[in-house]
């Protein structure tokens, strides 16, 4: 290729580059003269501090505060009810004395305020189960973080497992599944000690001897017939070894 053919084939790609810039400015809505308006996306600051590590507000249980919010944590469960109204479950972080440890504090923030629904403001407690399948003002799921979390068609919270404390207040991986609904919890299925390996069945089978091992970091939902499902996760499969999982439950 000449000097003269170079040139000119730099030139013509100098053109096409611009052009092409052009088209896609005008394409963002960069350009006053586009018909094309770029969508807006805008964070807004609702709540909490805007730097790290902070205390949590308990104020008292039950009423809701300007001033009370939760400690800085990670790894919580969550959820949304029917009336849009959104809660917070555990993790792990700050408790009311600043100290750091898994937490099994529920919260509803609602009408632009937190309140404190139950469980402890301090850190690191056992679990109190109860009876399975009945529900007792003194139930409560024990400290934990990376738990499953739903909400079914009714509104009642439900959470599955973690990694956390039981009921003997020993550290493990979870497979208890809980419910919150009219301001108690219920025992639902699982153990009330960790560490559990799964009882699977029969594959497409429902059984009431059928229960997840217990894990944490699960994925969960809900479908449109309300029905809960979990899959996956860091815990127990069906030999009693621990490792990441891939299991799909209903």
Same mark, same amino acid.
């Given at each position: 290729m000449g000097v003269r053919?170079?040139?000119?084939?730099? #030139?013509?790609?100098?053109i096409s580059f611009v052009v092409i810039l052009a088209v896609v400015f005008a394409s963002c809505g960069g350009s006053s003269g586009s018909t094309t308006t770029r969508s807006q996306v805008e964070w807004a600051w609702i709540s909490g501090s805007n730097v790290n590590g902070q205390t949590g507000m308990y104020g008292q249980i039950g009423q809701a505060a300007s001033s009370n919010v939760p400690g800085a944590r990670t790894g919580s469960g969550s959820w949304t009810?029917?009336? +849009?109204?959104? &809660?917070?479950?555990? +993790?792990? +972080?700050?408790d009311s004395k600043g100290n750091q440890g898994w937490l099994n504090d529920l919260w509803k923030y609602s009408g632009g305020e937190w309140t404190w629904m139950s469980?402890?403001?301090?850190?690191?407690?056992?679990?109190?189960?109860?009876?399975?399948?009945? #529900?007792?003002?003194?139930?409560?799921?024990? #400290?934990?973080?990376?738990?499953?979390? &739903?909400?079914?068609?009714?509104?009642n919270?439900?959470?599955?497992?973690g990694y956390g404390y039981d009921s003997q207040g020993h550290q493990g991986w979870l497979n208890d599944l809980w419910k919150y609904s009219g301001g108690e919890w219920t025992w639902m299925s699982g153990a009330d000690v960790g560490d559990q390996a799964g009882t699977y069945g029969q594959i497409g089978q429902a059984a009431s001897s059928n229960v997840p091992g217990a894990r944490s970091e699960s994925v969960? &939902?809900?479908?449109?017939?309300g029905n809960l499902w979990l899959f996956g996760g860091n815990g127990y499969d069906s030999k009693g070894n621990h490792g990441l999982l891939n299991d799909l439950w209903k």
């Amino acid at each position: 290729m000449g000097v003269r053919s170079g040139l000119q084939y730099v #030139a013509v790609a100098a053109i096409s580059f611009v052009v092409i810039l052009a088209v896609v400015f005008a394409s963002c809505g960069g350009s006053s003269g586009s018909t094309t308006t770029r969508s807006q996306v805008e964070w807004a600051w609702i709540s909490g501090s805007n730097v790290n590590g902070q205390t949590g507000m308990y104020g008292q249980i039950g009423q809701a505060a300007s001033s009370n919010v939760p400690g800085a944590r990670t790894g919580s469960g969550s959820w949304t009810d029917t009336s +849009g109204n959104l &809660w917070l479950f555990g +993790g792990y +972080g700050n408790d009311s004395k600043g100290n750091q440890g898994w937490l099994n504090d529920l919260w509803k923030y609602s009408g632009g305020e937190w309140t404190w629904m139950s469980g402890a403001d301090v850190g690191n407690q056992a679990g109190t189960y109860g009876q399975i399948g009945q #529900a007792a003002s003194s139930n409560v799921p024990a #400290a934990r973080t990376g738990s499953g979390s &739903w909400t079914d068609t009714s509104g009642n919270l439900w959470l599955f497992g973690g990694y956390g404390y039981d009921s003997q207040g020993h550290q493990g991986w979870l497979n208890d599944l809980w419910k919150y609904s009219g301001g108690e919890w219920t025992w639902m299925s699982g153990a009330d000690v960790g560490d559990q390996a799964g009882t699977y069945g029969q594959i497409g089978q429902a059984a009431s001897s059928n229960v997840p091992g217990a894990r944490s970091e699960s994925v969960s &939902w809900t479908d449109t017939s309300g029905n809960l499902w979990l899959f996956g996760g860091n815990g127990y499969d069906s030999k009693g070894n621990h490792g990441l999982l891939n299991d799909l439950w209903k």
